[in-house]
């Protein structure tokens, strides 16, 4: 019973920064660019539109 409740705790402790070390790694837009300027998921940066 007391492994139980031991691995339970640990499972609790240890799973919310699992999730949080997973969602890390997912590539959204995390800038705003300026104005005449676009995101280009490709080189992570803001690139200047040409019209």
Same mark, same amino acid.
């Given at each position: 019973? +007391?492994? +139980?409740?031991?691995? =339970? ?18 590539? +959204? ?8 300027? %676009?995101?280009?998921?490709? =080189?992570? =940066?803001? %690139?200047?539109?040409?019209?």
């Amino acid at each position: 019973m +007391k492994m +139980k409740i031991a691995l =339970s705790a640990a499972a609790l402790l240890l799973l919310p920064s699992l999730g949080m070390a997973m969602g890390c790694n997912q590539s +959204k837009q995390a800038m705003s660019c300026a104005d005449g300027s %676009v995101y280009d998921s490709e =080189s992570h =940066s803001c %690139v200047a539109t040409t019209t």
